[in-house]
C-alpha cells in the first residue's frame, strides 16, 4: 500500500513511518508544513529509502495535499498544533490547521476515494476524577488544543455519515520517547535535568496522566488502520498511570540530577486533572501497549543521553524565546 502520511516528520509521525517501513512493503509519502515542531532531522535515517518521500506542504493548502496524494490508497493524519500552552497563549494555528487542514484532506480523499485515519487524542473527552473514558464517552474539551481536535473529529465523523468515506479515529493518550519536541513535560524535564536547570512543576504536581510509549501507539495506529471497522473510533492507552510530580522524580533519578530543581510554579489555566483511556476495543482488534512505563522511561532517558545531536539545535534556537516566555527568565539558569 502506498500511505500518505501527513505530519510525518513530528514526534508520532517519525516514529509510526520508522515503524511502517520497517515492518511492512508499504511506500511512505510525507507531507508535512515542517512548524517549529516538525523536524526533517527526524527522519534522517529513512531518507534513502527508495519507499519513502517527503513533500514540504501544509494540510489546508488543496495543491500541495492532491499531489502528495497521487496514487496513495490511504491518508494517516497526524499534522497538527499540539501544545496545549501554545494554544492558551496563541489559539490561531490550532484553530486553522485542525478545522481547515482537516476539511481540506477530507475533501481530497473524498475525490480520490481513498480511507482516512485520524489520529485524535483523549483530551476531546476532558478530564476524570475515577475510571475510564470508552469512545462513546461526551467530548467535553477544556482548551484551545483539545476543542479544535475535538471538532476535527465531528468533521471526520460527518463524512463517514454524509458521504460514505471510510474514516478511522484513534484517540491516545500522552505519549513520550525519542524525538519529542522539548516542550512536552518528560523531554523538557529530561533536558533540564542534564543541564541542571530548574524543574517547573505545573499547580501541585499531582495531575494524571496515562502514559504511553510512542512505539506503542504506532503499532495501535496500524492496527486500527489495517483491522479497524470504517466509521469506528478507537481509544488507544497506555499501560500506567501516574502523577506528574512520580514522573519528574523518576527523571531526576535516572539523570543523576538533584531534587532541589523542583520549582512548583504557577498552574496552567483550565488544567484537567486526570486523563484516562478503556481501551478495550482497539485491544479486541489484538493490540496492546508492550512497553511498561519504567521501562519506556529508561528507554527515554537514554535516547536524549545518546542523541544530543538531535536536541541540541532546538534547545540553541527559538526554542529558547519560547521557554522565556512561557516560564519566565527566573527558570532560565
Ligand atoms: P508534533 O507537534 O511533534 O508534530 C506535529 C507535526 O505536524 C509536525 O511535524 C508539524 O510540522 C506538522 N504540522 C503542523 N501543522 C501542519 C500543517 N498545517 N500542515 C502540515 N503539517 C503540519 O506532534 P505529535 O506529538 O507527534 O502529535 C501528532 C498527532 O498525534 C497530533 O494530531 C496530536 O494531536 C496527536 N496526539 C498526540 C499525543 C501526544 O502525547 N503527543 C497523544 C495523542 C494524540
Ligand atoms: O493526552 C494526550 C495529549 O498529551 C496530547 O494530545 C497533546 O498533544 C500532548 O501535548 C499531551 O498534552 P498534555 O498537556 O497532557 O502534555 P504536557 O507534556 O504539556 O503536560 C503533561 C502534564 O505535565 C500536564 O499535567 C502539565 C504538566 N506540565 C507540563 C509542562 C510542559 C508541568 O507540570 N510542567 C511543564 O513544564
Same mark, same amino acid.
Given at each position: ?67 502528495? +496524494?497521487?496514487? &496513495?490508497?490511504?491518508?494517516?493524519? *497526524? @499534522?497538527? %498544533? =499540539?501544545?496545549?500552552? !501554545? ?66 473529529? +465531528?468533521?471526520? &465523523?460527518?463524512?463517514?455519515?454524509? *458521504? @460514505?468515506? %471510510? =474514516?478511522?479515529?484513534? !484517540? ?162
Amino acid at each position: 500500500m502506498k500511505l500518505l502520511v501527513c505530519g510525518g516528520a513530528g514526534f508520532i509521525g517519525s516514529n509510526f513511518v520508522r515503524q511502517r517501513l520497517a515492518s511492512s512493503d508499504d511506500e511512505i509519502v510525507v507531507l508535512d508544513k515542517l512548524t517549529y515542531a516538525g523536524r526533517r532531522e527526524s527522519l534522517r535515517d529513512l531518507e534513502a529509502d527508495a519507499r519513502f518521500a517527503f513533500v514540504h506542504g501544509a494540510i489546508e493548502d488543496p495543491e500541495a495535499v492532491d499531489h502528495a +496524494l497521487a496514487g &496513495a490508497g490511504a491518508i494517516v493524519n *497526524f @499534522a497538527a %498544533e =499540539t501544545h496545549v500552552d !501554545r494554544s492558551i497563549a496563541e489559539p490561531d494555528a490550532f484553530v486553522r490547521t485542525h478545522a481547515l487542514g482537516t476539511y481540506v484532506l477530507l475533501e481530497a480523499a473524498r475525490k480520490q476515494g481513498v480511507r482516512y485515519l485520524q489520529v485524535s487524542t483523549d483530551e476531546v473527552y476532558g478530564s476524570i476524577e475515577a475510571g475510564s473514558f470508552t469512545e462513546s464517552s461526551p467530548l467535553e474539551p477544556s482548551s484551545p488544543y483539545s476543542a479544535t481536535k475535538a471538532g476535527a473529529d +465531528l468533521l471526520v &465523523a460527518s463524512y463517514q455519515r454524509t *458521504f @460514505a468515506l %471510510e =474514516t478511522l479515529i484513534c !484517540r491516545g493518550s500522552n505519549n513520550y520517547g525519542p524525538y519529542q519536541y522539548p516542550e512536552k513535560l518528560i523531554p523538557l524535564m529530561i533536558l533540564n535535568a542534564f543541564h541542571g536547570d530548574r524543574l517547573p512543576v505545573y499547580g501541585d504536581g499531582a495531575n494524571v496522566r496515562n502514559w504511553l510509549f510512542v512505539e506503542d501507539f504506532a503499532s495501535g495506529i496500524s492496527h486500527v488502520l489495517e483491522h479497524g471497522v470504517p466509521g469506528e473510533t478507537y481509544n488507544v492507552g497506555g499501560p500506567d498511570e501516574s502523577d506528574n510530580l512520580t514522573v519528574v522524580r523518576r527523571i531526576i533519578e535516572l539523570s543523576g540530577a538533584d531534587e532541589s530543581l523542583i520549582e512548583f510554579v504557577t498552574d496552567r489555566p483550565g488544567h484537567d486533572r486526570r486523563y484516562s483511556l478503556a481501551s478495550e476495543k482497539v485491544a479486541a482488534l489484538g493490540w496492546r501497549a508492550g512497553t511498561r512505563f519504567e521501562q519506556g522511561i529508561e528507554r527515554t532517558v537514554a535516547w536524549y543521553r545518546e542523541n544530543e545531536w538531535w536536541w541540541a539545535p532546538i534547545r540553541s534556537g527559538a526554542y529558547r524565546e519560547y521557554y522565556e516566555r512561557q516560564y519566565g527568565t527566573a527558570l532560565a539558569e
